[in-house]
């Protein structure tokens, strides 16, 4: 919370996350997803780099999923969300 903080003091126009719900109690993480959200309802974009498909989905508009460097698949999330086809094609989880 406290390096989402500090990025925004120079009010950014883009946040970049990697990762931010690493290592973090699930309380906490559920303070993430609302940070993020809020920033993104206040019109800043964001970048999320996550493993946690719950926060990832809590969060995103759009998915992209990439593979040693290269995007190879893009969708909504709502559409992603319902394809649990892609899903396990392209991140091995239902």
Same mark, same amino acid.
């Given at each position: 919370?406290? $390096?989402i903080a500090r990025a925004l003091l120079g009010n950014?126009?883009?946040?970049?996350?990697? *990762?931010?719900?690493?290592?973090?109690?699930?309380?906490?993480? $559920?303070?993430? $997803?609302?940070? /993020?959200?809020?920033?993104?309802?206040?019109?800043?974009?964001?970048?999320?780099? *996550?493993?946690?498909?719950?926060?990832?989905?809590?969060?995103?508009?759009? /998915?992209?999923?990439?593979?040693?460097?290269?995007?190879?698949?893009?969708?909504?999330?709502?559409?992603?969300?319902?394809?649990p086809a892609d899903r396990r094609r392209l991140l091995?989880v239902d």
């Open positions: 919370m406290l $390096a950014p126009r883009l946040l970049l996350l990697d *990762e931010p719900s690493d290592g973090l109690a699930p309380a906490v993480v $559920a303070q993430v $997803a609302d940070a /993020v959200r809020e920033v993104s309802a206040r019109g800043m974009s964001v970048v999320l780099v *996550e493993q946690n498909l719950g926060l990832a989905f809590s969060v995103a508009r759009d /998915v992209a999923v990439m593979q040693k460097g290269r995007i190879v698949h893009e969708a909504p999330c709502a559409e992603f969300r319902s394809s091995g």
